[in-house]
């Protein structure tokens, strides 16, 4: 649902006007109200608990933060991803975090994952550009449903988690489908398939 509000904000003044933090997207300077579904956060909800799994065992100076807003270099954007990765010590340099829990630089992020949904050309489109941009190395999009068109998921279309690693300055994407074991820079110790990450939509 987009918030009727009477012109367009800046990132700041998103910031001050947004009454629950953890709800609200900025998107060229609309405030945009996120309704997830129960499977949509069941699915984000599987995919923390396995990348903490990780950070525990691989003893990694990472963590996942309950929220963060991710500020693209545009003034009028605000995005909030289902699951944030962050540097423990290069967060720490990043201005708006210990106050607003948001990141403006590339570097605090390891990786980003967003599970698309109705507003899958944001994913794929708008996001993943800005993110890249902004130097966030690693970039998931769990396609769960299948609903991104052809050139992003293939034909015939089947569930596709698309892992974007960045290189001199851009994204490589490889996609996963099926028994694929899905290959992270961020996590290489990840031992799970593209199958147990949608199964957990089931």
Known sequence: MVQALPSLLSFEEFL?????PGRYELIDGVVVELNPTGTHEKLAGFVVAELNFEIRQQRLPCFIPRT??????TD???YLPDVVVLDEQAVKDDPLWEK???????RSARLVVEVASTNWRDDYGRKLTDYEEMGIPEYWIIDYLALGASRYIGSPKQPTISVCCLLDGEYQVTRF?????????????????????IEAAR
């Open 16 to 20: 001050d006007w947004c009454p629950e």
């Open 68 to 73: 963060c807003t991710v500020k693209p270099f």
């Open 76 to 78: 009028r954007a605000g």
């Open 100 to 106: 607003r829990s948001t990141i403006t630089i590339g």
């Open 177 to 197: 489908t099926g028994n694929d074991r899905i290959v992270s820079q961020a996590f290489p110790e990840l031992q799970i398939t593209a199958n147990q990450v």
